[in-house]
């Protein structure tokens, strides 16, 4: 697939499908090939759709609260009350009572855990998968280009083993109008690049240079799983629809390697892990913390 596009922070000329692992899930080994050759991989229904869609709903009832959804219109649309700016607004108080909400639902962690997913990441990582604790959920609403992320490196923020994979898990179908992601294939070879002060989207930064104009994007749906290295260069594309986009950021690494203590944190510490878990059962295996042995950085 080609195309002409343009997004909010580069302009784009040329877009190919991601390179497609579902069918490798089973067959580690080329998994991991096409993994290490590209630096980002489509899982498709790395996750039960049934799941994905009942979060979905959750995320949806929240945003309804928050008065982010138009009067009127189906709440399965996510279409966008007019005039409302959505994006990770930590200033605003709506958007945080919005996010701490989220943070408190277990389901919502619990797609980090998709038995597919955590295949598809053992086969990549080529041993035992650690899960972080960090998770994010994104919201961008379609007046919002100025939370469009920039293109940037996972990296930079994540610390800890390069060797960390960020699944990006749309929480709806993502066609075209909505945007999602888009991602430069073998930029991981680059190693670190420089970074400097970006003019908006979340994290505040983004490459410093030149980059190529040929990347890869598709549109995706509930149950689908765009993995990537922590190396490599990614950037959101401006959600041009009138419906809210939501999404998560969900990462993973090899057991034995090192991570850095935020990893272990509920995201932009909006709460602490009691606050979050206070009515998941006595039992639940994700109140786990992290094991003992693990090798934490500050």
Known sequence: MAMIASMAQTVIDRILPHPDGTALVGQPERLRQLADEHGVVLIRNAID????????????ERCRTAGWLKEGQPMADARAAPGIEIGEDVANPVWKAWYQSVQRLRPFHALSEAPVLQAALAGILGGPVYTHLRHIARSIGPTSAAWTTPP????????????????????GDCPETLGGLAVLPGSHKRGVLPKRRATGGAGGL????ELPTSWTWEPLRSGDALLFHSYTVHQGRDNRSQ??????????????????RGSLEVHLRCLTWP????????????????????RIED
């Open 49 to 60: 759709r049934g799941a994905v869609e009942a979060v979905r709903w959750m995320l949806l």
């Open 152 to 171: 940037h490196q996972d990296y930079w923020y994540i610390g800890g083993t390069p060797d960390t994979w960020t699944a990006w898990i749309p929480i």
């Open 206 to 209: 983004e490459v410093d240079g």
């Open 275 to 294: 606050d979050v878990m206070v009515d998941w059962a006595s039992g639940d295996p994700l109140r786990a913390g992290p094991p003992a042995d693990l």
């Open 243 to 260: 419906s809210i986009r939501l999404s998560a950021d969900m990462r993973f690494q090899r057991r034995s390697d090192p991570i850095r």
